[in-house]
């Protein structure tokens, strides 16, 4: 079956760093996303990767490698804002896109 | 980036009634869009895939007669939950694509159903 694992909760620091990893296994990939989710509201996009290595976007960058299944978010200079669900998600052999559980990030001051 | 928009934002309604949910792609096509529903801290959950001018696609365990999805043009898709009851209050929020497989998910506000 297809499977994405992501821790369920995370904390940390305001100012800090903090990596959230996820792992997947699915029939096929097409490229992995990340979607940062406050409580209450949809999804919006944050990153797209397809290929291996990392992409750097401002304060978040996301990490790829298919040969191990793995990627992760980097969020730096964690502001209080930053509290959210962040979801990773697979574009499986179909093109349809496999949802991780997301990993609720808490920021303390 | 592109936008879509999902109306109404809440809707509360009686037990036995219907309620239509509207998802529109304002400045792109999106040829597929997709229905999933969201229970409190819980994962988004693929409900039904819809494709312009044909009939939804609907996950195992998603009754079509209970939600019915139209996808009449390439810029709206509906989603109608007959019948209402309490049990189906949730988070219902809409993704479109664009042409091109490859591509991110757009997401609407998401619906916000009560049902009482």
Known sequence: ?109 | GAVVSQHPSWVICKSGTSVKIECRSLDFQATTMFWYRQFPKQSLMLMATSNEGSKATYEQGVEKDKFLINHASLTLSTLTVTSAHPEDSSFYICSARRQGRDTEAFFGQGTRLTVV
């Open chain 1, 1 to 109: 079956g297809q499977n994405i694992d992501q821790p369920t909760e995370m904390t940390a620091t305001e100012g800090a760093i903090v990596q959230i990893n996820c792992t997947y296994q699915t029939s096929g990939f097409n490229g992995l996303f990340w979607y940062q989710q406050h409580a209450g509201e949809a999804p919006t996009f944050l990153s797209y990767n397809v290929l291996d290595g990392l992409e750097e976007k401002g304060r978040f960058s996301s990490f790829l490698s298919r040969s191990k299944g793995y990627s992760y978010l980097l969020l730096k200079e964690l502001q209080m804002k930053d509290s959210a669900s962040y979801l990773c998600a697979v574009l499986d052999s179909n093109y349809q896109l496999i949802w991780g559980a997301g990993t609720k990030l808490i920021i303390k001051p």
